[in-house]
């Protein structure tokens, strides 16, 4: 029962930067998985970033390496995500979710037990 609620999105010139915060009920040091995703009307859902909460390894999909950086507080129980130079593409709905138990971090929606809300970021020029 881990619980997580998603917030920081809105409307953002392209160019500009944005970060997403995600407050998680249940922080599980070495075992759970903690990662972001993203959905556009009419797209699948795409894994953006992860992090192993056993070492605070990241991960994330080359093409968004450059301008994507996830975080972790764990005495503040939250989940961040920084995108950096936003383009039009970035637009969907921002999700976060975590996995457990968890031993290897991997950025397959299936894979992930809990999801938060969402909140919804626009990229406008």
């Known amino acids: 029962q881990v619980q997580l609620a998603e917030s920081g999105g809105g409307s953002v010139q392209a160019g500009g930067s944005l970060t997403l915060s995600c407050v998680i009920s249940?922080?599980?040091?070495?075992?759970?998985?903690l990662s972001w995703f993203r959905q556009a009307p009419g797209k699948e859902r795409e894994g953006v970033a992860g992090?192993?909460?056993?070492?605070?390894?990241?991960h994330y999909p080359t093409p968004l390496l450059a301008r994507f950086t996830i975080s972790l507080d764990n005495s503040k129980n939250t989940l961040y995500l920084q995108i950096k130079r936003l383009k039009s593409e970035d637009t969907a709905m921002y999700y976060c979710?975590?996995?457990?138990?968890?031993?290897?971090?991997?950025?397959?929606?299936?894979?992930?037990?809990?999801w938060g809300q969402g909140t919804q970021v626009t990229v406008s020029s």
């Open positions: 249940e922080i599980t040091v070495g075992r759970q998985c």
């Open positions: 979710a975590e996995a457990s138990p968890c031993y290897d971090l991997d950025l397959n929606a299936e894979d992930y037990n809990h």
């Open positions: 992090i192993f909460t056993a070492d605070n390894s990241a």
